[in-house]
């Protein structure tokens, strides 16, 4: 489960204005098995699983600059590369994790992440583990509510709260990310999906 938690975060994440790392933790289900920590540097993001250790602590990185996610496979020594539009498509977050440009604006932003339109306004100034942000509350074309808390410096939500997902960002720890966590480890061997696809039984 939290492996899956973590890849369906990954696929909303987008470049954050500065660097920093922090623990995700899903609010919906208070268990370590859906909590993450996550690593942002420049059009980078990095989010490793938290969950049990026999699972094998997988992570993905996001490249923004290049449009694909990279999956690592820790036990088997393996990487698997994906678009990160693809992944995009298959999450279950809605678009409540968006990177913006104007804080005080954002529902611009908001909506170009929203493949379907959806409206949004903002409610108005809030503390959130004692951060300023900026809450809005977002309307999807189906007419689900969600909300979500934005902060300033990150310009990154550090707090969202939908039907199918809340969760937020805790011990949020700003500064530069080791560009070894974004690189695929040495000795990792690429997996081949279309191969192994290939030779499925029909």
């Not at 049990?52 to 690592?72: M, P």
């Not at 100034?125 to 300033?152: M, Q």
Request: hydrophobic letters at 35%; a neutral charge; charged letters at 20%.
């Amino acid at each position: 489960i939290s492996c899956f938690f973590a890849l369906m975060l990954a696929a909303s994440f987008v470049l954050a204005q500065t660097e920093f790392s922090a623990e995700l933790v899903d609010t919906q289900k208070q268990d370590t098995s859906n909590q993450a920590k996550v690593y942002f540097a420049k059009d980078k993001i990095r989010i490793e699983s938290q969950g049990n250790s026999a699972q094998g602590g997988g992570a993905i990185i996001v490249n923004y600059a290049t449009q694909t996610s990279v999956i690592l496979m820790p036990q088997q020594h393996m990487y698997m590369e994906t678009a990160a539009k693809t992944q995009n498509q298959k999450m279950g977050f809605g678009s409540a994790l968006f990177r913006t440009g104007d804080v005080e604006n954002a529902c611009g932003d908001w909506q170009k992440s929203q493949n379907q339109g959806g409206t949004c306004h903002k409610v108005g100034n809030e503390s959130v583990n004692g951060r300023s942000t900026v809450k809005y509350e977002a309307t999807s074309t189906s007419g689900e509510v969600s909300h979500f808390w934005l902060d300033p410096k990150l310009r990154f939500p550090v707090k969202w709260e939908g039907k199918d997902s809340s969760g937020e960002l805790r011990k949020i720890q700003e500064g530069s990310q080791p560009a070894s966590l974004f690189e695929i480890p040495a000795g990792f061997t690429k997996m081949d999906i279309g191969g192994m696809m290939q030779q499925q039984p029909h």
